[in-house]
Antibody, heavy 120, light 109 residues
Framework: EVELVNSGGDLAQPGGSLRLSCAASGFTVSTSYISWVRQAPGKGLEWVASIYIGGSTYSADSVKGRFTISRDNSKNTVNLQMTNLRVEDTAVYYC??????????????WGQGTPVAVSS | EIVLTQSPGTLSLSPGERATLSCRTSESLGSSYLVWYQQKPGQAPRVLIY???RRATGTPDRFSGSGSGTDFTLTISRLEPEDFAVYYC??????????FGQGTKLEIK
């Protein structure tokens, strides 16, 4: 059974750092596309970053230069290193796996989310 | 960057009624790249429709998707109590950013 478990969310100060983790089971992250999606309190979904099978990474303009997505194949985990945090980064962060094939792609499995609060 | 605009923001209907949700894109989007998700309070989103019109595994057949170009629609033929939730459209594919619409809240009238 495919499962994603999010962890690492916490209260941080503006300018601080956090590292979120997404532990996968039932599949191998090294052969999957994994994304992070966040949701600010009472707001909609926002794509944050993705890591591709070949290791290429992409991130939203709102986090570029501050957030880094990476993969630890030995632990079957995808991480999101968040630095220089801002109040507007406050959100629940979900990791999700891309499913589908032949050009039809979608996020088919999601973690439970981990909350990040940035406040002084 | 393609912008996805959903309407209405909130839709108030009764069980048994038909719901029609719209997602408009700022540029033409290949149909294979439009996905619909459902999110209930306190839960992660789950995929309903991909490729604009293909039902994901487990999606009831009262849900249908249609559209092409810049106009896409999610239709729920007869609302069940469990269908009241927030719905998001998303641009998928292999080229980021993978933008979401702002969501449509479907509430019980």
């Amino acid at each position: 059974e495919v499962e994603l478990v999010n962890s690492g969310g916490d209260l941080a100060q503006p300018g601080g750092s956090l590292r979120l983790s997404c532990a996968a089971s039932g599949f191998t992250v090294s052969t999957s596309y994994i994304s992070w999606v966040r949701q600010a309190p009472g707001k909609g979904l926002e794509w944050v970053a993705s890591i591709y099978i070949g290791g290429s990474t992409y991130s939203a303009d709102s986090v570029k230069g501050r957030f880094t997505i990476s993969r630890d194949n030995s632990k079957n985990t995808v991480n999101l290193q968040m630095t220089n945090l801002r109040v507007e980064d406050t959100a629940v962060y979900y990791c999700a796996r891309r499913g589908g094939d032949h050009g039809f792609y979608y996020l088919d499995s999601w973690g439970q989310g981990t909350p990040v609060a940035v406040s002084s | 960057e393609i912008v996805l605009t959903q309407s209405p923001g909130t839709l108030s209907l009764s069980p048994g009624e038909r719901a029609t949700l719209s997602c408009r894109t700022s540029e033409s989007l290949g149909s294979s790249y439009l996905v619909w998700y459902q999110q209930k309070p306190g839960q992660a989103p789950r995929v309903l429709i991909y490729g604009a019109s293909r039902r994901a595994t487990g999606t009831p057949d009262r849900f249908s998707g249609s559209g092409s170009g810049t106009d896409f629609t999610l239709t729920i033929s007869r609302l069940e109590p469990e269908d009241f939730a927030v719905y998001y459209c998303q641009k998928s594919g292999s080229s980021p950013p993978f933008t979401f619409g702002q969501g449509t809240k479907l509430e019980i009238k």
